[in-house]
DNA sequence: TCAGTTTAGTTGAACTCTCAAGTTCTTGGG
DNA sequence: CCCAAGAACTTGAGAGTTCAACTAAACTGA
């Protein structure tokens, strides 16, 4: 009944595992020792940092880290605390509430990037050819793609 | 300095960062749903269950499904509570001990192998071409190669 | 109008994970 | 033989995540 996975779909499947772990884990511990955050918290502050006027509604923001609204609640409450994240209540609606980036949330920003991007070269495009870089992508569209639910 | 990511870097790695975390708390909420028990506990139960004699040593369970010490003794320990798991001491060298898949665990895993597979498809394998899968564990060995530290 | 539904966001408790420190045991050199 | 160094594992505290329940505000249609 249950259609198991064949030995290609086995091998790349706990391959995939365990380079998708080996990468967050590599990620986050470099961000937290260097820059004091896990890399969910840089993921929201570098959202913020594009979007127009450095501010977000939460729900947006939530989408735009794929975090759940608990989850981005209780961070943006973190990042308050620190000083890099403001909240602002909608005068159209007041069921909403802004996230805005400060500029102290800007500039640890700024100083977290570049060891950041290193970090990303180091455990991914270092290993991987340009050719092998463009199959990731086409991978990853195919598996975002046409989600349900 | 710095060498920032070019767009094509840039679409891969958010394309990457965003499948990889669909598919982990895909799985995670499927799993936690329908068996009680998050993602790395059922891999631990699945390594324990390929290992003769169903047991391992902490270290090379450890090492077998990528969890730091710490976490696997955490881990083993909510698992042991709930009957799925042993710890054995080993006589040869005390410092050491065992886990070990109980009849409880191994019924468990057996009830939640075929949910879980089905998970499996429906967020990857379902959405790749065989090339792709191919593809995509070539990808995969890159990252885990030749790892330092 | 207004009762019921939907949407936005927050909260608290339970749980998992990380990090640093601690315990117990083994091993290797003097 | 003995002690320092290292290895295997555990523990506890702090932090992040999840889930379900909750508040508050805005719609919806009868």
Redesign the pocket.
Known sequence: MTRWLDDDEQHAWRSFLAASQVI??EL??QL??DSG?????YAVLVRLSEAPERRM??????AGVN????????????LEERGWVR?LP?P????????SLTDAGHDVLAAAAPGHVEAVRRCLFDRLTPEQTGQLAAICAAVLGERRS
């Open positions: 967050q884990e986050d511990r937290q020792r955050m896990p890399h969910a918290y509604r939460m729900s947006e923001l939530a975090s759940s609204q608990s989850r981005l609640s209780h961070a943006i409450a973190r909240r909608c159209a609606d007041r069921r909403v509430s802004w996230a």
